[in-house]
Each structure stands twice: as C-alpha cells, then as structure tokens.
C-alpha cells in the first residue's frame, strides 16, 4: 500500500505525510527532497541553473521510482500531479489523498513559509494571493481526481487513516 498527498504549495503535505508514516510505521518520502538529493542542489536553484522543465524531468523520474514500493507514504510537489501523465501514475500506483484549501488559507501560509519556493519567491499580499487563486484554479482538475479529498486547514493523521482504510 502507497498513499499520495497532493495538493497545492503550503498544504502541509509533508508535515501530515511525516505524522501519518509514523502513525502507520510506512516508510515517508518526499518527491522534492527526492530531486534534491539527486541534483546535489536545492529545488531553488535546480529551477534558476536548470529551469522548470528540467525541474520537471527529475520530478516524473522521482515519482516513478516509487513504484515498486510498500508501506510508504509520498508528499508530492504540489506541480507533481499537474505534469505528464503523473496524476494516471499516482491513482494507478496509490491511494491519492488530495489536502484541498482556500487560497486565503494557502496565500497566508505562504506567505509565511520558511521553505523557499521558486515560484513564490516575489509575490506577498494581495498579488500572491491573485496568483495563488488562479493557479489554483488551474491546477484543480489534477488534484480533484484523488481517491479522497480532504480539509488541509484541519487534517488530523487518523482522519486519512480511516478514510484510506475504512474505520
Ligand atoms: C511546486 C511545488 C513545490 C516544488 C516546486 C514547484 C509547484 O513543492 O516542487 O517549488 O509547482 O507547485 P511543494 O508543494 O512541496 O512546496
């Protein structure tokens, strides 16, 4: 059994995949740390030295290696579903589990965000929100066909459990 978090930048993807791994003792991977340890550099700087396609390359390659897998929990990125054929992958693969929120919610906790995120990295207030609203809508029709959708503002671990496993 595999579970795919998707969802948008700042969804809490990777803290809730981090939780739930323990809970479930699965194994926890991260698609962006994935490319990171394979460039030897931050996603930042793949994106500034590389560009984004290149980005998206090691992106689709990370997510396939999970394939042959178990027992694993996979915080993607929140563009991983939204490239190539990586949504068919997932629900192939996995459980996806979609964190969906509000812009707002997703704009303010950008906003604030310690991790550097190539494709926020100048935006605050109102523009970032804007942007945050319009690609999102964009990239909705990815992330709704998850096998389940959940509130990301209030996600608990047990919450996924029992959706995922039945309770
Ligand atoms: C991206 C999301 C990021 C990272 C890259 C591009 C995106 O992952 O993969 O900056 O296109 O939405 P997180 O969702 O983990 O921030």
Same mark, same amino acid.
């Given at each position: 059994?595999?579970?795919?978090?998707?969802? %948008?930048?700042?969804?809490?993807?990777?803290?809730?995949?981090?939780?739930?791994? &323990?809970?479930?003792?699965?194994?926890? /991977?991260?698609?962006?740390?994935?490319?990171?340890?394979?460039?030897?550099?931050? *996603?930042?700087? !793949?994106? +500034?030295?590389?560009?984004?396609? @290149? %980005?998206?390359?090691? +992106?689709? $390659?990370?997510?396939?290696?999970? @394939?042959? &897998?178990?027992?694993?929990?996979? @915080?993607?990125?929140?563009? /991983?579903?939204?490239?190539?054929? #990586?949504?068919?992958?997932?629900?192939?693969?996995?459980?996806?589990?979609? =964190?969906?929120?509000?812009?707002?919610?997703?704009?303010?906790?950008?906003?604030?965000?310690?991790?550097?995120?190539? =494709?926020?990295? #100048?935006?605050?207030?109102? +523009?970032?929100?804007?942007?945050?609203? $319009?690609?999102?809508?964009?990239?909705?029709?990815?992330?709704?066909?998850?096998?389940? !959708? !959940?509130?990301?503002? /209030?996600?608990?671990?047990?919450? *996924?459990?029992?959706?995922?496993?039945?309770?």
């Amino acid at each position: 059994m595999k579970i795919y978090l998707v969802g %948008f930048m700042g969804s809490g993807k990777s803290s809730l995949g981090k939780r739930l791994a &323990r809970k479930l003792e699965y194994a926890f /991977t991260d698609i962006d740390q994935m490319v990171e340890e394979t460039a030897g550099m931050p *996603v930042i700087e !793949i994106f +500034e030295k590389m560009g984004a396609d @290149a %980005f998206r390359k090691m +992106e689709k $390659e990370a997510l396939l290696s999970t @394939a042959g &897998r178990s027992k694993l929990v996979v @915080a993607t990125g929140g563009g /991983t579903p939204c490239h190539f054929d #990586n949504m068919d992958f997932i629900l192939d693969n996995g459980v996806a589990v979609y =964190l969906k929120m509000s812009p707002v919610s997703l704009a303010h906790r950008l906003e604030y965000a310690q991790k550097a995120r190539p =494709l926020v990295q #100048n935006r605050k207030g109102e +523009e970032l929100l804007a942007w945050v609203s $319009e690609k999102l809508a964009e990239r909705e029709s990815f992330y709704s066909r998850a096998h389940c !959708i !959940i509130k990301g503002e /209030t996600v608990k671990p047990d919450q *996924v459990i029992s959706l995922v496993f039945g309770s």
